[in-house]
């Protein structure tokens, strides 16, 4: 027989990945090649955080929150600086903090979602 969370969290674990790959491939993408969806870029930096620590918390149920959230404000921290060897980029503090605010609320919310269904 299947074990239901086992399953749910082997699939949500590539998922999660490809996430993470993807604010890597955003982060590093040259400027000239760059795809702006319209909105202010901090706010992307917010979205793109909030849904990557979602998506890794949801996917890794057993590492704990404590952790997980210094480690996405980590990762954010080397996006950014690496960033200064990409052409067209640059590293902003302010856009880590934007990173980092996205990583802390996606966190958050998973938290706030397992208090609520625990008995």
């Keep these: 027989m299947i074990n239901l969370r086992r399953f749910v969290d ?7 990945w490809v996430g993470l790959m993807a604010v890597m491939i955003a982060s590093w993408t040259p ?3 760059m795809i702006r969806t319209g909105f ?10 909030l849904v ?8 890794y149920p057993r590492l ?4 997980l959230t210094p480690s996405m404000m980590g990762y954010a921290a080397v ?4 960033q200064l060897l990409v052409p067209g980029r640059h590293a902003g ?10 990583a802390i609320c996606g966190c958050c919310a ?9 008995p």
């Design 93 to 102: 503090v302010l856009d880590w903090i934007a990173s980092s605010t996205g």
């Design 31 to 33: 400027g000239p090649e």
């Design 10 to 16: 082997a699939s949500l674990r590539p998922l999660a």
């Design 64 to 67: 704990p929150l404590k952790r």
């Design 79 to 82: 996006l950014e600086v690496g």
């Design 52 to 59: 990557a620590s979602i998506a890794v918390s949801l996917a």
């Design 110 to 118: 998973v938290f706030l979602l397992a208090r609520s269904r625990s």
């Design 40 to 49: 202010n870029p901090r706010l992307e930096h917010v979205f793109a955080y």
